[in-house]
């Protein structure tokens, strides 16, 4: 599983680096909105859930466990790759820096 996210996440940026320079300014935001920062909700929302005791201490280990194993494997990466995917295409994405 952690083989097939790795490679759709990489397949991914690699479409949008070779085909992002013909995006619009709108287009980019619907990816960004829609597509990239979508990735890292899940996480963002544990730690809100952990944060306000919603969940059980042992469900909060597990999903302690499930946020720290995806950091490792999926979400440097994905960070990583979003930073240099934006450093790219800087001028047509810059305006998202406000929002």
Request: charged share 15%; with cysteine; hydrophobic share 45%.
């Amino acid at each position: 599983r952690i083989e097939v996210r790795g490679r759709s996440l990489e397949a991914m940026f690699q479409i949008l680096q070779q085909h992002g320079a013909g995006f619009s300014s709108q287009m980019w935001e619907l990816i960004f909105r829609g597509v990239l920062l979508p990735i890292f909700d899940d996480i963002y929302h544990n730690q809100i859930q952990m944060r306000s005791s919603i969940m059980s201490p042992s469900n909060q280990q597990i999903m302690h466990q499930l946020d720290s194993s995806w950091l490792e494997t999926t979400g440097v990466t994905a960070l990583a790759q979003l930073i240099a995917l934006f450093a790219t295409f800087f001028t047509s994405c810059r305006f998202m820096l406000d929002k």
